[in-house]
């Protein structure tokens, strides 16, 4: 069955280490997204890719990043530099050809706390 | 002023009754409108969209967009336990980019 896979679905980080969260999709989707949550917010774009080799920061990029050598990968890895890393990262793609749909495809989600 | 807001705090509803939700967004240029469901722990997932003005009726959701007004709303008519989840609004921004834009949610507890 085609999906996005995350992993790990938790994470612990002491402070002031570096992290890599996995996003792999089987959907032969081009845009991929990183998305962070906090308790009783809404989704926040850290990182965005609408093709291989290209990504865009977002709207909280700062303390995060990420590549896209593959299509099928988008990796997001948490720096030293966030200072408040603990939250529910959700990482989606979006269909070829859907325009302006919206209709996001998402993870699982990895939930990282830092220690 | 937020780029999308759902200010309700927590909505309690009967079991049977309708549950109504509002969002309002601040880009008058924004083109597309969204209701993600997202239960617990979960991933958020698209049970609603809508592109004009006026009502779209799925089921049992209702989503109305009114363009002059800046506000987008969801109906779940006959509100069941399994409705009982956080409801996240989201706007398309940029045009040809993709981009949502997400309220807070607000949580919808169905009461049986």
């Known amino acids: 069955d085609g999906g996005i896979t995350q992993s790990p679905k938790y994470l612990f980080r002491k402070e002031g280490q570096n992290v890599t969260l996995s996003c792999e999709q089987n959907?032969?989707?081009?845009?991929m997204y990183w998305y962070r949550q906090d308790p009783g917010q809404g989704l926040r774009l850290i990182y965005y890719s609408q093709i291989v080799n290209d990504f865009q920061k977002g709207d909280i990029a700062e303390g995060y990043s990420v590549s896209r050598e593959k299509k099928e990968s988008f990796p997001l890895t948490v720096t030293s530099a966030q200072k408040n890393p603990t939250a529910f990262y959700l990482c989606?793609?979006?269909?070829?050809?859907?325009?302006?749909?919206?209709?996001?495809?998402f993870g699982e989600g990895s939930r990282l706390t830092v220690l | 002023q937020k780029e999308v807001e759902q200010n309700s705090g927590p909505l309690s509803v009967p079991e049977g009754a309708i549950a109504s939700l509002n969002c309002t967004y601040s880009?008058?240029?924004?083109?597309?409108f969204f209701w993600y469901r997202q239960y617990s722990g979960k991933s958020p997932e698209l049970i609603m969209s809508?592109?004009?003005?006026g009502d779209k009726e799925d089921g049992r959701f209702t989503a109305q967009l009114n363009k002059a007004s800046q506000y987008v709303s969801l109906l779940i008519r006959d509100s069941q336990p399994s409705d009982s989840a956080t409801y996240l609004c989201?706007?398309?921004?940029?045009?040809?980019?993709?981009?949502?834009?997400f309220g807070k949610g607000n949580q919808v507890v169905v009461i049986p």
């Open positions: 989606a793609s979006l269909p070829p050809g859907s325009g302006n749909t919206g209709e996001l495809f």
């Open positions: 880009d008058r240029g924004s083109q597309s």
């Open positions: 959907l032969n989707h081009d845009a």
């Open positions: 989201a706007v398309l921004r940029y045009y040809g980019n993709n981009r949502l834009a």
């Open positions: 809508i592109y004009s003005n």
